[in-house]
């Protein structure tokens, strides 16, 4: 096995269990949100899906956010960049229902930033790809300081 392959196999299994670490910390707050209560109710029910979405696709929208509040990251959003960037079977340990309504997708952690998209759609589905053409998600953008993290902004995505 070429050592290259080796060193970014390490690197991905490093990085997603830090990060599960992390998405961790944010479940909770996500919950506790007006917006989580206004599309869940009082329902602790949840699926953190093992499916690590691209934090590209989500940074474009929060730029202003973003540069505020000290981020470095270069917005390098393409039409052609893949959704799903890697699989992390640990999140799955993160949810409490794996049939629940209630989905969050995790981004990747760039920069000390990361995203969660929470959207609801049908029981037996549960990949990214399978969520509704039409409805509404929220997307909170989660910032990383030191062993704690902050919600910085919580935007809702329509889908039409």
Request: with cysteine.
């Given at each position: 096995?070429?050592k290259?392959?080796?060193?970014?196999?390490?690197?991905?299994?490093?990085?997603?269990?830090?990060?599960?670490?992390?998405?961790?910390?944010?479940?909770?707050?996500?919950?506790?949100?007006?917006?989580?209560?206004?599309?869940?109710g009082?329902?602790?029910?949840?699926?953190v899906s093992?499916?690590?979405?691209?934090?590209?696709?989500?940074?474009?929208?929060?730029?202003?956010?973003?540069?505020?509040?000290?981020?470095?990251?270069?917005?390098?959003?393409?039409?052609?960049?893949k959704?799903?960037?890697?699989?992390?079977?640990?999140?799955?340990?993160?949810?409490?229902?794996?049939?629940?309504?209630?989905?969050?997708?995790?981004?990747?952690?760039?920069?000390?930033?990361?995203?969660?998209?929470?959207?609801?759609?049908?029981?037996s589905?549960?990949?990214?790809?399978?969520?509704?053409?039409?409805?509404?998600?929220?997307?909170?953008l989660?910032r990383?300081?030191?062993?704690?993290i902050?919600?910085l902004?919580?935007?809702?995505?329509?889908?039409?």
């Open positions: 096995m070429p290259s392959i080796l060193i970014i196999g390490l690197v991905y299994l490093l990085s997603g269990q830090e990060g599960t670490k992390f998405y961790n910390l944010a479940i909770p707050k996500i919950i506790e949100s007006s917006a989580y209560q206004c599309m869940n009082s329902s602790k029910k949840y699926f093992p499916e690590v979405l691209n934090f590209d696709n989500r940074a474009i929208f929060f730029q202003k956010e973003l540069l505020a509040n000290g981020s470095t990251v270069r917005f390098n959003y393409n039409l052609s960049n959704e799903i960037v890697f699989l992390n079977s640990e999140m799955t340990k993160l949810g409490t229902r794996r049939r629940a309504e209630t989905k969050l997708y995790f981004s990747q952690i760039k920069d000390g930033f990361f995203f969660c998209e929470l959207i609801l759609f049908e029981k589905k549960s990949k990214y790809e399978q969520k509704p053409a039409f409805g509404r998600s929220y997307v909170y989660f990383i300081n030191d062993s704690d902050n919600i902004d919580v935007t809702e995505f329509l889908y039409n």
